[in-house]
DNA sequence: GCCAACGTTGGC
DNA sequence: GCCAACGTTGGC
């Protein structure tokens, strides 16, 4: 089992939002970046734990688990002539943008970027380096194992 | 295939 | 709203 970090800007995909779907499921829609995209198609398998994250908001940080609940897919997105995230360069027969879908697990207490950084053990987790911008990363098992007891 | 210019991310 | 850091684009 893999464990990733997931972020979301809270905005348009809260961890509420998710834990309050019928089936507290969601398309991770809108990654257009090749390495997160390429996590996602190609690394991540059903049940891997992801931690949810919400970015770009007053408080960023950790507020939930979720588990990876499909297989990569097409993003659907894609193919919205509408939508913010369509990509003319797609066709069904060749999509570019892939995704799975993410089921709620759990809420978390909130944990802020200030906080993690105090955790020397923590120190390693790429969305506390300079300059990452990922808005999928992987996390190692002992991040993870550290993460599990602050929540 | 180099690289300058431009666009985006996301914490602050 | 600023801006550092990074990714992408496109002319050459």
Redesign the pocket.
Known sequence: MKYWLM?SEPGEVSIDDVANLPNQTVEWFGV????ARNFMRDDMQIGDKVIFWH???KE?GIYGICTVATNAHPDSLQFDINSDYYEPKSTTEKPLWWCVDVKFEKKTRYVS??ELREYPELSSMKVLQ??????ITPITDAEWSYLKKLF
Request: aromatic share 6%; hydrophobic share 10%.
């Open positions: 972020k257009r970046n090749y390495q970015s770009s908001c960023p970027i200030k300079k300059g990452n911008r990922l808005s």
